[in-house]
């Protein structure tokens, strides 16, 4: 197993964004780098993708048994986690036509380690956080952040856990929408970003039209 990977001292700056509702308020929190402005800016040009960890990025489920495992393991506050090197490209190649945003129980340890375990470009990403709502093996209690920081933007959410009350949310919403369920032994795959992305360009085609319109 690989050695425990430490938190990154450059997360140490945090700027926390309310979004207010009529109902209770949920939190995002965007880690900053060391010496950078602490204004925060978003590209709302691009679609939004939640990205949920366990089952997408860490994946469990596959046998112990077998030989040829889907990736190494890290150690994460003493959980060994499996994750495939191949992830972190996957989330680049998505991070060019998507505004990334961690949607898991991870909270803001996911910009602590996945990060660096990922060698992702970048040191951190939007992160929603939940106020202790978080149930594992289901998905609905994370609508509320989701909904409050998607707003009227388009978003996709890519979970291993998509339940019914998740699709009744997604039918709702007036802006583009997609889920995208993955197996837990899996996680995210090539075919996985080639929907989101085709997706991506449909919603761009849709926007340009538009625009072109009025």
């Known amino acids: 197993m690989s050695r425990p990977p430490m938190p990154l001292s450059r997360l140490s700056t945090r700027v926390t964004v309310r979004l207010t509702t009529l109902s209770q308020p949920s939190w995002i929190s965007i880690p900053l780098p060391h010496n950078s402005s602490t204004s925060v800016t978003i590209d709302t040009q691009k679609p939004i993708l939640f990205v949920d960890v366990d089952g997408v990025i860490s994946l469990f489920g596959f046998p112990s048994s077998q030989s040829d495992l889907p990736g190494r393991f890290h150690w994460v506050d003493g959980i060994a986690h499996c994750i495939p090197e191949e992830v972190g490209g996957r989330l680049e190649r998505l991070a060019e036509r998507f505004e990334l945003v961690w949607a898991t129980g991870w909270e803001e340890k996911a910009n602590e380690y996945l990060p660096f375990i990922l060698k992702l470009s970048v040191s951190a990403l939007p992160v929603l956080t939940f106020g202790g709502r978080a149930?594992?093996?289901?998905?609905?209690?994370?609508?509320?952040?989701?909904?409050?920081?998607?707003?009227?933007?388009?978003?996709?959410?890519?979970?291993?856990?998509?339940?019914?009350?998740?699709?009744?949310?997604?039918?709702?919403?007036?802006?583009?929408?997609?889920?995208?369920?993955?197996?837990?032994?899996?996680?995210?795959?090539d075919k996985h970003v080639k929907q989101l992305l085709r997706w991506a360009d449909e919603v761009a085609a849709d926007q340009e039209h538009a625009a072109a319109e009025t």
């Not at 594992?136 to 409050?148: P, T, V």
């Not at 009744?168 to 197996?183: F, H, M, N, S, Y």
């Open 135 to 189: 149930v594992f093996g289901s998905s609905h209690w994370k609508l509320e952040a989701i909904e409050e920081y998607a707003d009227c933007r388009p978003a996709a959410w890519i979970d291993d856990n998509i339940d019914d009350q998740c699709e009744r949310w997604a039918k709702r919403r007036e802006a583009p929408t997609l889920l995208v369920r993955t197996e837990s032994p899996t996680g995210l795959t």
